[in-house]
């Protein structure tokens, strides 16, 4: 009987054990779902601001070669052909 009693407590020990490592776990899960949002939400913002940036940097470009520099010349020229195009469309379509 009484190995059946002490049995019995090492389950219950092992049995609370596990509770709290259960809660700690819970605790630590929380956090991290926490953190992970935080950087979901700093990694949206960087590359929103990439995107800005790199818009930002070819604006950039197309006016420096605009005004003369000969190392974006070639992106200027399609720049400005496919501008052309667009008003061309526009024109054909005031036509009709």
Do not use: P
């Not at 818009?55 to 000969?70: F, I, M, V």
């Amino acid at each position: 009987m009484s190995k059946l009693v002490e049995s019995i407590r090492f389950l219950e020990d092992n049995l609370k054990k596990l509770i709290f490592e259960h809660q700690g776990l819970k605790v630590k899960y929380k956090t991290l779902v926490t953190q992970f949002d935080s950087e979901s939400n700093s990694i949206s913002e960087l590359n929103s601001k990439i995107e800005m940036l790199q818009k930002e940097n070819k604006t950039l470009r197309t006016a420096n070669a605009l005004l003369g520099s000969t190392e974006y010349k070639r992106e200027t020229k399609l720049k400005i052909n496919s501008l052309i195009k667009e008003i061309d469309n526009c024109i054909i379509q005031l036509a009709e």
